[in-house]
Protein backbone atom coordinates (compact mmCIF):
# COMPACT_ATOMS: atom_id res chain seq x y z
CA UNK A 1 0.00 0.00 0.00
CA UNK A 2 3.57 2.06 0.67
CA UNK A 3 4.08 1.88 -2.84
CA UNK A 4 1.14 2.19 -4.37
CA UNK A 5 0.34 5.89 -2.06
CA UNK A 6 3.92 6.87 -3.20
CA UNK A 7 2.72 6.00 -7.48
CA UNK A 8 -0.27 7.47 -6.82
CA UNK A 9 1.81 10.59 -5.50
CA UNK A 10 -0.20 10.87 -2.26
CA UNK A 11 3.54 10.85 0.05
CA UNK A 12 5.75 13.63 -0.60
CA UNK A 13 8.53 10.98 0.10
CA UNK A 14 12.05 11.85 -1.47
CA UNK A 15 15.65 10.58 -0.50
CA UNK A 16 17.24 14.19 -0.93
CA UNK A 17 18.21 13.95 2.95
CA UNK A 18 20.09 11.32 2.19
CA UNK A 19 22.31 12.51 -0.65
CA UNK A 20 25.12 13.68 1.19
CA UNK A 21 24.50 11.53 4.00
CA UNK A 22 25.15 8.18 1.75
CA UNK A 23 23.79 5.96 4.49
CA UNK A 24 23.08 2.29 3.31
CA UNK A 25 20.33 0.73 3.77
CA UNK A 26 18.92 -2.97 3.47
CA UNK A 27 15.50 -4.36 3.52
CA UNK A 28 14.40 -7.96 4.89
CA UNK A 29 11.85 -9.66 3.41
CA UNK A 30 9.49 -11.29 6.27
CA UNK A 31 8.49 -14.71 5.30
CA UNK A 32 5.04 -14.53 5.83
CA UNK A 33 4.29 -11.61 3.40
CA UNK A 34 6.54 -12.71 0.81
CA UNK A 35 7.32 -16.07 0.36
CA UNK A 36 4.36 -17.59 1.70
CA UNK A 37 1.70 -14.88 0.60
CA UNK A 38 2.09 -12.10 -1.61
CA UNK A 39 5.23 -13.49 -3.48
CA UNK A 40 7.79 -11.80 -5.56
CA UNK A 41 5.73 -8.97 -6.44
CA UNK A 42 5.59 -8.00 -2.61
CA UNK A 43 9.53 -8.06 -2.70
CA UNK A 44 9.56 -5.98 -5.70
CA UNK A 45 7.24 -3.13 -4.07
CA UNK A 46 8.97 -3.23 -0.67
CA UNK A 47 12.69 -2.30 -2.53
CA UNK A 48 10.66 0.38 -4.30
CA UNK A 49 9.23 2.32 -1.26
CA UNK A 50 12.93 1.81 0.03
CA UNK A 51 14.64 3.24 -2.87
CA UNK A 52 12.16 5.97 -2.92
CA UNK A 53 13.01 7.12 1.38
CA UNK A 54 16.69 6.61 0.97
CA UNK A 55 17.88 7.02 -2.33
CA UNK A 56 18.77 3.58 -5.01
CA UNK A 57 22.13 4.49 -5.31
CA UNK A 58 22.00 3.95 -0.70
CA UNK A 59 19.74 0.58 -1.42
CA UNK A 60 21.70 -2.65 -0.67
CA UNK A 61 20.24 -5.65 -1.29
CA UNK A 62 20.95 -9.11 1.03
CA UNK A 63 22.04 -12.21 -1.51
CA UNK A 64 20.01 -14.64 -2.01
CA UNK A 65 16.87 -12.22 -1.39
CA UNK A 66 13.27 -12.12 -1.91
CA UNK A 67 11.00 -15.03 -2.47
CA UNK A 68 14.21 -16.83 -1.77
CA UNK A 69 15.55 -14.99 1.70
CA UNK A 70 16.76 -16.61 4.46
CA UNK A 71 14.20 -16.55 7.42
CA UNK A 72 15.76 -14.53 10.13
CA UNK A 73 15.18 -16.90 13.28
CA UNK A 74 13.07 -14.97 14.90
CA UNK A 75 9.36 -16.33 13.46
CA UNK A 76 7.62 -19.04 14.33
CA UNK A 77 7.23 -18.66 17.56
CA UNK A 78 10.95 -18.51 18.06
CA UNK A 79 11.44 -15.72 20.17
CA UNK A 80 9.25 -17.04 22.46
CA UNK A 81 9.97 -20.52 22.73
CA UNK A 82 12.81 -20.98 25.02
CA UNK A 83 15.47 -22.17 23.17
CA UNK A 84 17.79 -19.02 22.61
CA UNK A 85 21.05 -20.34 21.95
CA UNK A 86 19.65 -22.55 18.97
CA UNK A 87 17.90 -19.10 17.86
CA UNK A 88 20.93 -17.08 17.63
CA UNK A 89 22.62 -20.04 15.77
CA UNK A 90 19.88 -19.84 13.42
CA UNK A 91 20.29 -16.03 13.11
CA UNK A 92 23.77 -16.17 12.48
CA UNK A 93 22.82 -16.84 8.51
CA UNK A 94 21.03 -13.55 8.60
CA UNK A 95 23.72 -11.53 10.54
CA UNK A 96 25.98 -12.75 7.62
CA UNK A 97 24.11 -11.51 5.25
CA UNK A 98 22.89 -8.20 6.73
CA UNK A 99 27.02 -7.68 7.51
CA UNK A 100 28.25 -8.35 3.42
CA UNK A 101 25.78 -5.78 2.52
CA UNK A 102 27.86 -3.25 4.51
CA UNK A 103 24.42 -1.73 5.34
CA UNK A 104 24.06 1.05 8.60
CA UNK A 105 20.20 -0.18 8.53
CA UNK A 106 17.95 -2.45 8.24
CA UNK A 107 14.85 -2.26 7.14
CA UNK A 108 12.39 -4.63 9.15
CA UNK A 109 8.84 -4.31 7.76
CA UNK A 110 7.56 -7.27 10.50
CA UNK A 111 7.64 -7.23 14.39
CA UNK A 112 9.49 -10.79 14.77
CA UNK A 113 12.10 -10.09 12.00
CA UNK A 114 12.55 -6.72 13.94
CA UNK A 115 12.97 -7.87 17.40
CA UNK A 116 15.09 -11.20 16.40
CA UNK A 117 17.42 -8.47 13.83
CA UNK A 118 18.07 -6.37 16.29
CA UNK A 119 19.01 -9.28 19.02
CA UNK A 120 21.40 -11.11 16.72
CA UNK A 121 22.93 -7.73 15.83
CA UNK A 122 23.89 -7.15 19.72
CA UNK A 123 24.61 -10.72 20.23
CA UNK A 124 27.25 -11.08 17.13
CA UNK A 125 28.40 -7.23 17.40
CA UNK A 126 26.78 -5.99 13.98
CA UNK A 127 26.61 -1.80 14.29
CA UNK A 128 23.33 -1.87 12.29
CA UNK A 129 20.23 0.15 13.54
CA UNK A 130 16.99 -1.85 12.45
CA UNK A 131 13.90 0.51 11.52
CA UNK A 132 10.48 0.34 11.13
CA UNK A 133 9.40 2.07 7.22
CA UNK A 134 7.18 4.43 8.56
CA UNK A 135 9.89 5.53 11.06
CA UNK A 136 12.15 6.64 7.35
CA UNK A 137 9.00 7.39 5.14
CA UNK A 138 8.25 10.16 7.87
CA UNK A 139 11.67 11.23 8.32
CA UNK A 140 12.06 11.46 4.71
CA UNK A 141 9.16 13.69 4.47
CA UNK A 142 10.45 15.66 7.37
CA UNK A 143 7.11 15.00 9.90
CA UNK A 144 9.23 12.37 12.15
CA UNK A 145 8.47 13.71 15.87
CA UNK A 146 11.57 14.10 18.33
CA UNK A 147 10.06 11.04 20.29
CA UNK A 148 9.32 9.03 17.46
CA UNK A 149 13.22 8.17 16.64
CA UNK A 150 13.62 5.17 19.58
CA UNK A 151 15.16 3.19 16.61
CA UNK A 152 17.81 5.78 14.85
CA UNK A 153 21.48 5.58 15.32
CA UNK A 154 22.77 9.01 16.37
CA UNK A 155 23.49 9.87 12.81
CA UNK A 156 20.05 10.15 12.05
CA UNK A 157 18.65 11.29 16.20
CA UNK A 158 17.97 14.61 14.90
CA UNK A 159 18.02 14.86 11.04
CA UNK A 160 14.81 17.08 10.27
CA UNK A 161 14.01 17.90 13.48
CA UNK A 162 11.77 21.39 13.15
CA UNK A 163 10.43 20.78 9.27
CA UNK A 164 7.28 21.29 8.35
CA UNK A 165 5.51 19.16 5.64
CA UNK A 166 2.83 20.95 3.25
CA UNK A 167 0.82 18.46 1.66
CA UNK B 1 28.39 -52.81 12.99
CA UNK B 2 25.55 -51.49 10.28
CA UNK B 3 21.98 -53.68 10.13
CA UNK B 4 20.18 -53.56 7.10
CA UNK B 5 16.62 -51.96 7.17
CA UNK B 6 14.15 -54.48 7.72
CA UNK B 7 10.99 -52.49 5.77
CA UNK B 8 8.36 -55.31 6.96
CA UNK B 9 8.92 -54.63 10.52
CA UNK B 10 8.33 -50.70 9.78
CA UNK B 11 5.18 -49.15 11.48
CA UNK B 12 5.27 -45.25 10.35
CA UNK B 13 2.02 -44.52 12.08
CA UNK B 14 2.80 -40.79 12.43
CA UNK B 15 3.41 -40.30 8.69
CA UNK B 16 -0.22 -41.79 8.40
CA UNK B 17 -1.21 -39.43 11.25
CA UNK B 18 0.15 -36.49 9.61
CA UNK B 19 -0.89 -37.20 5.76
CA UNK B 20 -4.26 -37.60 7.27
CA UNK B 21 -4.29 -34.42 8.38
CA UNK B 22 -2.34 -32.72 5.39
CA UNK B 23 -3.15 -35.00 2.28
CA UNK B 24 -0.66 -33.29 -0.33
CA UNK B 25 2.30 -33.39 1.87
CA UNK B 26 4.12 -35.86 -0.23
CA UNK B 27 6.37 -37.08 2.30
CA UNK B 28 6.79 -40.47 0.32
CA UNK B 29 8.18 -38.58 -2.78
CA UNK B 30 10.96 -37.18 -1.27
CA UNK B 31 14.03 -37.85 -3.49
CA UNK B 32 16.84 -37.34 -0.58
CA UNK B 33 18.12 -34.54 -2.02
CA UNK B 34 19.28 -31.96 0.42
CA UNK B 35 18.05 -29.55 -1.47
CA UNK B 36 15.48 -28.54 2.05
CA UNK B 37 19.01 -28.84 4.08
CA UNK B 38 21.21 -27.05 2.28
CA UNK B 39 18.82 -23.71 2.18
CA UNK B 40 17.66 -24.45 5.48
CA UNK B 41 19.55 -21.83 8.48
CA UNK B 42 18.52 -24.53 11.18
CA UNK B 43 20.35 -27.57 9.46
CA UNK B 44 22.38 -28.74 12.14
CA UNK B 45 20.85 -27.16 14.86
CA UNK B 46 20.10 -30.35 17.46
CA UNK B 47 22.15 -32.63 15.20
CA UNK B 48 18.64 -32.12 13.19
CA UNK B 49 17.90 -30.87 9.69
CA UNK B 50 14.94 -31.30 7.44
CA UNK B 51 16.05 -34.43 5.22
CA UNK B 52 16.67 -36.07 8.43
CA UNK B 53 13.88 -35.02 9.81
CA UNK B 54 11.44 -36.58 6.99
CA UNK B 55 13.89 -39.85 7.04
CA UNK B 56 12.85 -40.49 10.09
CA UNK B 57 8.88 -40.52 9.47
CA UNK B 58 8.97 -42.33 6.59
CA UNK B 59 11.02 -44.88 8.54
CA UNK B 60 8.59 -44.54 11.50
CA UNK B 61 11.00 -43.23 14.04
CA UNK B 62 7.61 -42.07 15.32
CA UNK B 63 8.94 -42.05 19.01
CA UNK B 64 12.19 -39.97 18.56
CA UNK B 65 10.56 -37.83 15.73
CA UNK B 66 7.85 -36.09 18.57
CA UNK B 67 10.37 -35.78 21.06
CA UNK B 68 12.50 -33.57 18.56
CA UNK B 69 13.29 -30.10 20.45
CA UNK B 70 13.89 -28.81 16.45
CA UNK B 71 10.63 -28.65 16.03
CA UNK B 72 10.32 -25.30 17.53
CA UNK B 73 13.78 -24.08 16.33
CA UNK B 74 12.47 -24.44 12.62
CA UNK B 75 10.53 -21.36 12.05
CA UNK B 76 8.19 -22.99 9.50
CA UNK B 77 9.68 -20.35 7.18
CA UNK B 78 9.11 -22.53 4.20
CA UNK B 79 11.91 -22.10 2.17
CA UNK B 80 12.49 -26.07 2.61
CA UNK B 81 9.30 -26.86 0.63
CA UNK B 82 9.58 -24.15 -2.09
CA UNK B 83 12.56 -25.29 -3.19
CA UNK B 84 11.96 -28.51 -2.80
CA UNK B 85 12.02 -30.78 -6.35
CA UNK B 86 8.83 -32.77 -5.28
CA UNK B 87 6.89 -30.31 -2.59
CA UNK B 88 7.52 -32.24 0.37
CA UNK B 89 5.24 -30.01 3.05
CA UNK B 90 7.78 -30.06 5.86
CA UNK B 91 6.59 -26.96 7.69
CA UNK B 92 3.30 -28.66 8.13
CA UNK B 93 5.49 -31.32 9.14
CA UNK B 94 6.96 -29.70 11.77
CA UNK B 95 3.53 -28.01 12.62
CA UNK B 96 1.77 -31.40 13.41
CA UNK B 97 4.92 -32.31 15.58
CA UNK B 98 4.23 -29.37 17.89
CA UNK B 99 0.77 -30.15 17.82
CA UNK B 100 1.68 -33.95 18.75
CA UNK B 101 3.28 -32.77 21.85
CA UNK B 102 0.78 -32.13 24.81
CA UNK B 103 -0.43 -28.92 25.24
CA UNK B 104 0.84 -28.02 28.51
CA UNK B 105 4.24 -29.33 27.53
CA UNK B 106 5.12 -26.68 24.44
CA UNK B 107 7.14 -24.12 25.38
CA UNK B 108 5.91 -22.03 28.23
CA UNK B 109 6.27 -18.49 26.11
CA UNK B 110 4.29 -19.67 23.45
CA UNK B 111 1.78 -21.06 25.56
CA UNK B 112 1.55 -17.93 27.81
CA UNK B 113 0.90 -15.69 24.92
CA UNK B 114 -1.48 -18.15 23.09
CA UNK B 115 -3.58 -18.02 26.48
CA UNK B 116 -3.40 -14.22 27.36
CA UNK B 117 -4.54 -13.77 23.56
CA UNK B 118 -7.50 -16.29 23.74
CA UNK B 119 -8.11 -14.20 27.27
CA UNK B 120 -7.52 -10.57 26.41
CA UNK B 121 -7.57 -10.34 22.58
CA UNK B 122 -3.67 -9.70 22.90
CA UNK B 123 -0.80 -11.73 23.50
CA UNK B 124 0.72 -9.21 25.67
CA UNK B 125 -2.70 -9.50 28.01
CA UNK B 126 -3.59 -6.46 28.36
CA UNK B 127 -7.15 -5.01 28.94
CA UNK B 128 -8.96 -3.48 25.85
CA UNK B 129 -9.54 -0.31 27.67
CA UNK B 130 -5.87 0.20 28.06
CA UNK B 131 -5.34 -0.37 24.43
CA UNK B 132 -8.30 2.38 23.85
CA UNK B 133 -6.68 4.94 26.09
CA UNK B 134 -2.89 4.18 24.94
CA UNK B 135 -4.41 5.23 21.56
CA UNK B 136 -6.11 8.42 22.50
CA UNK B 137 -3.60 10.04 24.57
CA UNK B 138 -0.64 8.97 21.92
CA UNK B 139 -3.12 10.79 19.22
CA UNK B 140 -3.41 13.77 21.55
CA UNK B 141 0.06 14.05 22.18
CA UNK B 142 0.48 14.13 18.74
CA UNK B 143 -2.44 17.09 17.80
CA UNK B 144 -1.27 19.09 20.26
CA UNK B 145 2.49 19.05 19.87
CA UNK B 146 2.60 18.32 15.79
CA UNK B 147 0.42 20.94 14.71
CA UNK B 148 0.44 20.24 10.96
CA UNK B 149 -1.55 17.25 12.17
CA UNK B 150 -4.18 18.89 14.55
CA UNK B 151 -6.90 17.55 12.32
CA UNK B 152 -5.07 13.82 12.52
CA UNK B 153 -8.13 11.39 13.17
CA UNK B 154 -7.53 8.26 15.15
CA UNK B 155 -10.58 5.67 16.07
CA UNK B 156 -11.45 2.53 17.58
CA UNK B 157 -14.54 0.45 16.08
CA UNK B 158 -15.65 3.06 13.56
CA UNK B 159 -18.26 1.24 11.52
CA UNK B 160 -17.76 1.24 8.01
CA UNK B 161 -14.82 2.67 8.15
CA UNK B 162 -12.56 1.21 4.99
CA UNK B 163 -9.77 -0.59 6.20
CA UNK B 164 -9.79 -2.34 10.13
CA UNK B 165 -6.08 -2.51 11.01
CA UNK B 166 -4.64 -4.81 13.41
CA UNK B 167 -1.16 -4.33 14.95
CA UNK B 168 1.36 -6.34 16.95
CA UNK B 169 0.28 -6.02 20.31
CA UNK B 170 3.57 -4.64 21.45
CA UNK B 171 3.46 -1.48 19.77
CA UNK B 172 0.77 0.41 22.07
CA UNK B 173 1.59 -1.55 24.50
CA UNK B 174 6.04 -1.34 25.32
CA UNK B 175 6.63 1.48 22.68
CA UNK B 176 3.55 3.15 22.23
CA UNK B 177 5.35 6.25 20.44
CA UNK B 178 5.97 4.23 17.05
CA UNK B 179 1.98 4.49 16.37
CA UNK B 180 2.46 7.87 15.24
CA UNK B 181 4.81 7.64 12.28
CA UNK B 182 1.99 5.25 10.87
CA UNK B 183 -0.64 7.47 11.49
CA UNK B 184 0.63 10.46 9.93
CA UNK B 185 0.91 8.64 6.81
CA UNK B 186 -2.43 7.43 6.94
CA UNK B 187 -3.76 10.75 7.52
CA UNK B 188 -1.46 12.05 4.83
CA UNK B 189 -2.59 9.97 2.07
CA UNK B 190 -6.59 10.20 3.08
CA UNK B 191 -7.06 6.76 4.33
CA UNK B 192 -10.42 5.34 6.08
CA UNK B 193 -9.40 2.93 8.69
CA UNK B 194 -9.91 2.19 12.05
CA UNK B 195 -8.78 0.00 14.85
CA UNK B 196 -11.26 -2.90 15.73
CA UNK B 197 -11.54 -3.48 19.80
CA UNK B 198 -12.17 -7.51 19.22
CA UNK B 199 -8.71 -9.64 18.95
CA UNK B 200 -7.03 -5.92 17.79
CA UNK B 201 -4.11 -7.16 18.28
CA UNK B 202 -1.92 -8.86 15.06
CA UNK B 203 0.13 -11.64 16.71
CA UNK B 204 -1.60 -15.41 16.75
CA UNK B 205 1.05 -16.92 19.12
CA UNK B 206 -1.78 -19.95 19.17
CA UNK B 207 -0.79 -20.72 15.46
CA UNK B 208 2.68 -21.03 17.09
CA UNK B 209 1.52 -23.24 19.36
CA UNK B 210 0.38 -25.73 17.21
CA UNK B 211 -3.03 -25.14 18.74
CA UNK B 212 -5.96 -25.34 16.42
CA UNK B 213 -8.74 -24.79 18.11
CA UNK B 214 -6.96 -21.52 19.62
CA UNK B 215 -5.90 -19.77 16.32
CA UNK B 216 -8.98 -20.84 15.21
CA UNK B 217 -11.13 -18.68 17.82
CA UNK B 218 -8.78 -15.79 17.87
CA UNK B 219 -9.70 -15.27 13.76
CA UNK B 220 -12.87 -16.06 14.15
CA UNK B 221 -14.18 -13.61 16.59
CA UNK B 222 -12.14 -10.78 14.76
CA UNK B 223 -13.52 -11.72 11.42
CA UNK B 224 -16.84 -11.55 12.91
CA UNK B 225 -16.10 -8.45 14.48
CA UNK B 226 -14.93 -6.45 11.99
CA UNK B 227 -17.40 -8.25 9.37
CA UNK B 228 -20.91 -7.88 11.33
CA UNK B 229 -20.06 -5.00 13.65
CA UNK B 230 -18.03 -2.62 12.21
CA UNK B 231 -18.68 -3.84 8.29
CA UNK B 232 -14.83 -3.00 7.53
CA UNK B 233 -14.53 -4.33 3.87
CA UNK B 234 -10.63 -4.63 4.08
CA UNK B 235 -8.55 -5.84 6.88
CA UNK B 236 -4.70 -4.74 6.83
CA UNK B 237 -2.30 -5.82 8.91
CA UNK B 238 0.89 -3.66 9.43
CA UNK B 239 4.34 -3.74 8.80
Redesign the interface.
Given at each position: ??AQ?IREG??PVNSDWNKDLKIKFTVQDP?NMV??SLGQSMADDLRFVAKSIVGEENFIDMVPSG?????C???????????TD??R??????FNQIQATGANYVFA???NCHAQIEDIGHHYGGHYNVV????M??LS?G???E??R?YLGDDLKALGLGK??Q? | MSLPIELNDMAPEFKETVKERVPGANFDLCLTCGTCTAGCPASEIFEMDPRKLLRMLVLGLDEEIRKTHWAWVCTMCARCVKACPMAVDIPRLVYNIRASWPREKRPKGILGSCDQHIRAGNAMGVPTEDFIWTVEDVAEEIRTHQPQFAGMQVTVDRKGAYMAINQNSREPVTEPDELGPLWKILHLVGADWTYPSVMWAGENYCLFLADDQGWRYILEEFVDHVDNTLKCPMVVNTE
Open positions: MYWKLCRKINNYCGGGGGALQAGYARAYGKVKPCHHIWTMCMILGNETEVP | -
